[in-house]
């Protein structure tokens, strides 16, 4: 680091799935200054969403004001001279989370004729309305006798992302499509909004998204060819075209400030912007990421990312069927990201809480009753409970595809599954079973990577779930099998946005030397009980067996 390390600070920015967070971060040490969350309004009140037809997108004005609003606000909290000494800010968002652009990369709805439309929107990573055209690229790729251009993808391309959505919007014909210039990830707008990109020709498109949800690789020159993409829909090989070749990683400056955000966050026109990449990929660097550690960032749905050397030269690589994808730089310079997860984690319980609360929602306990604050404490009361039960007590197994299957083997067109029920069955069982489901989806993603040579010799665990439940933490150790750390930081993602943003300042030479430097400590570790493992083993049979008849009888 230079010289000045004792005055240098720079900000992670983490964009979720309902809100935006800012960290502003001592530079030499990782040290938090100021921190603060804003929340989306409008995706708050459910504006431009239908559940019913997993339709789910984003307003960019959620985007642009809860920026302003959380940058600000940490800063302010920073207090005194730290603004002026802020280096460098790295954006993360989720992904893959698409919109359809202008010639100067702007959103559509951004403009007065498309504002209230919901195909000028960005979709959000779990919109599944693009089933259908993610089959016809499966297809497609498997049967047109030219490049698998899945190959990098872990065989099997998701409605969840880039290709599948533009397909989906093409199909609509709606008049976003028609005026479209070019398509845009959230990762790649909000570092070119920051830096005053005024092209869409001149934005710098994230290795890391590209890669892992647009088919982008460098053997093919880039993006999937023309000859591929107009059997799917001409309309895609226009928008391919305004996307460019290259790629950059999040170790990449993509400007500078530029005056009219430098005015609006109270920074320095100084500052450098990082190139986007997603939460999961910036928040593994964040949690401690290095080869042979799988991190966990456990939250609504869950990503799983691990890191390997590049294969020596001559060697080709080895690809890893039915995960998110590899891609060489995606989390750190010179070496290959690993990307899996599963679709819904902590949505199992929220879901699950949401049906017990529904008495409470539709007033039906009296007007004293405050719905929200009932609603708030069922989870902690039923995880209370559960935790007493014996793993082979109830005999309820439950399937953690609630929002389909991210990994291993992406298929959103499955649903989730209980059986085992009795009039025994109570409440906290149901609530064990439901956490104990997700556990065995992340024991069949560790025991997929495996299969596939990725050695996953520690695990640590990120996010919201990992820091507040004991229990489900417990549970997932005893099903691993393998011990799990868990950071002490509340924003692991932001923190590691915040090592990017070290590094394009110039600060460190690269993400993982600043992350020796400013990495958070390990705030607890759960050991398997091998008791409880051998029972889970058993379990895990049933599980997987269920998951079999789901595939097969249940499929929508």
Known sequence: MNGKQDQDYVIGIDFGSDSVRALVVDAANGGQRGAAVSAYRRWAKGDYCDPQANRFRQHPLDY?????????????????????????ITVDTTGSTPCLADESGSPLSLKPEFSDDPDAMFMLWKDHTAVAQAERINALARGWGGVDYTMYEGGIYSSEWFWAKALRLAENRSAPMKAAVTIIEHCDWMPALLSGVTRATSI????????HKAMWHASWGGYPSAAFLDLLDPRLT???????????????????????????LGLSTDVVVGAGAFDCHIGSVGGDIEPGTLVKIMGTSTCDIMIGPKPAAGRPEKLVAGICGQVDGSVVRGMIGYEAGQSAFGDCFAWFRRILAWPARAGLLGAEVDAAAFEDRILPALEAEAAKISPTLSGVVALDWLNGRRTPDADQALTGAIAGLSLGVDAPSLYRALIEAAAFGSRAIVERLRAEGLPVERVVALGGVARKSPLVMQITADILGMDIAVSSSDQSCALGGAMFAASVAGLYPSALDAQKAMRAPIERRYSPDRGRHAAYDAIYVKYKALGAFAEKEMHR
């Open 238 to 264: 226009e928008l391919a075209a305004s996307l460019g070749t290259e790629t950059y990683t999040a170790e990449e400056a993509v400007g500078r400030l530029c005056p009219e955000w430098a005015g609006r």
């Open 64 to 88: 642009i004001e809860s920026l302003e609003d959380c940058v600000v606000a940490a800063l302010s909290q920073a207090g005194g001279e730290v603004a002026r000494r802020v280096r460098g």
């Open 204 to 211: 710098r498109r994230s290795r890391c998204a590209m890669g």
